[in-house]
């Protein structure tokens, strides 16, 4: 059983995710997904994930950060998983469901190609409710390794020094962080 059959997205997006979309938004970074992110966008195709049982409606998917020794240590150990990025051009849909943000690939022109924000080789495949990103590293330090873009401490002067001064590490592949994500009561 692959990890996401555990669990239900949400999302207006196309089920299941069209391999020429997918194909599409690889040409544009430059980079071949991950096979099992490429699996769970032609089999789900992004959106927010939900538990698969009626649960507490207070419940948030959650996964946790390992800052691996460096600031903001201990201030932000656990994330939530607002949404995972969609391979999908919104045809069909219904233009005030649209998100551009909630797609690979108007995701992937905003921070790396617009206004480079993210360390390169890396993608941004989902976000937190804050507008932080999940990001997969697909060419550099881990390649197929899901990480943490905090927003709230990203300094563009520092991204040619230290890339990584924003990033915390979330598991060594995407099948790993799907089965890391823990439903829980947020107070």
């Known amino acids: 059983m692959k990890p996401w059959e555990k669990m239900k ?96 690939s108007g995701a992937y022109r905003e921070f790396v190609q617009e206004e480079p924000r993210i360390a390169r080789g890396f993608i941004p495949m989902g976000s937190d409710p804050g507008g932080s990103l999940f990001l997969l590293d697909v060419s550099g330090k881990q390649p197929g390794s899901v990480w943490f873009w905090a927003r709230d401490w990203f300094d563009a002067g520092q991204l040619e020094k230290e890339p990584f001064h924003n990033l915390g590490y979330i598991a060594p592949t995407f099948s790993e962080f799907i089965s890391k994500i823990r439903f829980k009561t947020i107070d």
């Open 9 to 104: 997205f949400e999302s207006v997006a196309t089920r299941p995710g069209q391999p020429s979309r997918i194909q599409q938004f690889e040409q544009l970074c430059g980079s071949r997904l991950p096979g099992d992110h490429h699996h769970f966008l032609v089999d789900v195709n992004g959106g927010r994930p939900v538990p698969p049982t009626a649960s507490n409606p207070d419940e948030y998917p959650v996964v946790a950060v390992d800052w691996q020794g460096r600031p903001p240590q201990g201030a932000l150990d656990e994330v939530i998983v607002d949404y995972l990025f969609n391979a999908e051009d919104w045809a069909g849909i219904y233009e005030e469901e649209r998100s551009e943000s909630l797609t690979l």
